[in-house]
């Protein structure tokens, strides 16, 4: 499903390169954390699977596709396969919450008839079923990050890419979330979420990839925050 | 359903910025009239051209006192000349005959002319009207000729102010249409910040490139239009109420632009502010903002 192969990548005016010689496989329906320290390289591995960025060197596999050598025309279809959420939601400040999810089908092509079927269907999904006419500023952290997560789940994507989706929320706040992505992994979607909230790794004993200078110094199928 | 998103976009983006859109508009038009004129200028010219040159002629003027033999010698000369075309013969009285009635509004000038004193010549038309370097040197050595005269110059000066007024109409036109230009960009510019929020999410969820763009592209297209429109207007009103109205008298140099000529801009200034507009919108968001 997802496959680095011996990637580098160093960003220009860098001096040394933020991912050395990873190699990392996820299959279909995985849960991946991916923890280490700051400027470890966590987000860059994010960038290169949204082919934000291209790797120096390597190979990268997202959906069978080899992403390196994606023409560009092509990388906005491909996304459509990848659902995203950030550390700060990314929502649109003057839509309700049911206007920033259907915003993501609309601007793909899908009929309103569509977001009307299936946008309250997510919001629902999400725990926030009575809110769907908030503006995200009538809304909690939390509330805001369960729009952000069902908005990049709308589409049904393969996978769920998540950089520090609670790294804004307090404690209590981020086990929802948390419980709302392993519930949209149980669905089937692969989910690779990058983390520094050692409680929920701790907690949910899934596999970890730990890294280091761009380096993977770890990767454990149950593993703990360590 | 994607058009209409895509025109609910434009109005919106048109109306956020319609201070920067007015600009934008007025400066087009500026550069489009000033286009247009300068192509209605050159049309106007060739067409002129083409009707006056046809019918100028090289004037041979002859001495006072030329002889018989020089004349006819001439005259046989010029015939047989593979240069010439025709020649007519204008003695003293049908030059003088003539100058009357050009002249019949001024009876001061008519009656202050001696009738002799207009020379008689020969009015000579050449088969390539470019040919009177040839037919002066052949003829300038003659006894009994006094003057070849290229009436093609004197037209030239007058082919000449046209072509001034057309060239300053289109240098405006160009430096007008580099300000449209840079305004166009910074209209995009402008409009791809107040929207990046919008751009950076339909780049996450995989919205094509052309949905991200057009726009944008779109609200510099209809600007160009809105500018095409006003510069067509700006000509047509300077055509009827100028060119036919005060200037009327100036028609008789200046024959009238036809209406068709001037209703022909209307589709072509059209096509040329959308397409610039639309190719520097699109460099812009390409190379530019990289929207
Ligand atoms: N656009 C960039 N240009 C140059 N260097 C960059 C750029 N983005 C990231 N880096 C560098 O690459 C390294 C890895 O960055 P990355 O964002 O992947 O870290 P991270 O593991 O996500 O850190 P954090 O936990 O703080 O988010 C860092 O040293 C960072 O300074
Ligand atoms: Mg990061």
């Given at each position: 499903m997802i496959q680095l192969e011996q990637v580098t990548k160093t960003y220009p005016k860098a001096s040394r390169p933020s991912l050395d010689d990873v190699s990392v496989s996820i299959d279909k329906g995985d849960f991946v954390f991916f923890i280490g320290p700051s400027g470890s390289g966590k987000s860059t591995i994010i960038k290169l699977l949204l082919h934000e960025i291209t790797p120096n060197s390597g190979k990268v596999y997202v959906n069978e596709r080899d992403?390196?050598?994606?023409?560009?025309?092509?990388i906005p279809t491909f996304r459509r396969s990848i659902g995203c959420v950030f550390?700060?939601?990314?929502?649109?400040?003057?839509?309700?919450a049911y206007e920033n999810v259907a915003f993501a089908l609309e601007v793909i092509g899908k009929s309103k008839g569509v977001a009307r079927r299936v946008v309250p269907e997510v919001l629902e999904l999400v725990g926030l079923g009575g809110k769907e006419h908030r503006y995200p500023h009538e809304l909690s952290g939390g509330e805001q990050q369960r729009v952000a997560v069902a908005r990049a789940f709308v589409n049904r994507p393969l996978i769920l890419l998540a950089d520090e989706p609670t790294g804004n929320l307090d404690p209590d706040t981020s086990i929802e979330i948390m419980r709302l992505l392993d519930r949209i992994n149980r669905t089937g979607t692969t989910v690779v979420m990058v983390t520094h909230d050692s409680n929920i790794v701790n907690q949910m004993r899934r596999r970890v990839v730990e890294i280091e200078s761009g380096r993977i110094v770890r990767d454990q199928p149950r593993g703990v925050y360590g | 359903m994607r058009a209409k998103y895509v025109l609910s976009e434009v109005v919106t983006g048109l109306w956020r910025n319609v201070t920067m859109t007015i600009a934008m508009m007025i400066t087009m038009a500026v550069s489009l009239t000033m286009l247009g004129a300068s192509m209605l200028v050159y049309k106007q010219v060739d067409r002129m051209q083409s009707f006056f040159y046809g019918k100028v002629e090289v004037s041979i003027f002859l001495k006072t006192d030329v002889t018989e033999a020089q004349r006819t010698s001439l005259q046989s000369d010029l015939k047989g000349d593979p240069l010439v075309q025709n020649v007519i013969y204008e003695s003293r009285d049908t030059a003088w005959q003539r100058f009357k009635t050009q002249f019949k509004d001024a009876p001061d000038l008519v009656n202050a002319?001696?009738?002799?004193s207009l020379p008689e010549s020969f009015r000579v038309k050449l088969k390539n009207p470019e040919k009177f370097q040839a037919i002066y040197n052949k003829y300038?050595?003659?006894?009994?000729?006094?003057e070849i005269v290229d009436q093609r110059k004197l037209l030239a000066k007058i082919f000449g102010i046209f072509n001034s007024m057309q060239n300053v109409a289109l240098i405006v036109s160009i430096i007008q249409g580099v300000a449209a230009l840079l305004l166009v960009a910074n209209m995009i510019q402008i409009a791809a910040y107040s929207k990046r929020r919008e751009v950076a999410v339909m780049k996450l969820v995989g919205a094509s490139n052309w949905f991200i763009q057009a726009p944008f592209v779109l609200e510099a297209v209809f600007a160009g239009l809105v500018g095409a429109v006003l510069a067509f207007a700006a000509l047509f009103v300077a055509k009827t109420f100028f060119l036919e109205g005060a200037l009327k008298s100036l028609q008789t140099v200046f024959p009238p632009i036809p209406t068709g000529d001037v209703l022909l801009m209307l589709p072509i200034l059209a096509g040329i502010g959308a397409a610039v507009n639309a190719i520097a919108g699109w460099i812009t968001l390409r190379f530019y903002v990289r929207v």
């Open positions: 992403v390196t050598t994606m023409r560009s025309w092509k550390q700060d939601f990314r929502l649109l400040p003057n839509r309700t | 002319t001696k009738p002799d300038n050595n003659r006894d009994g000729i006094s």
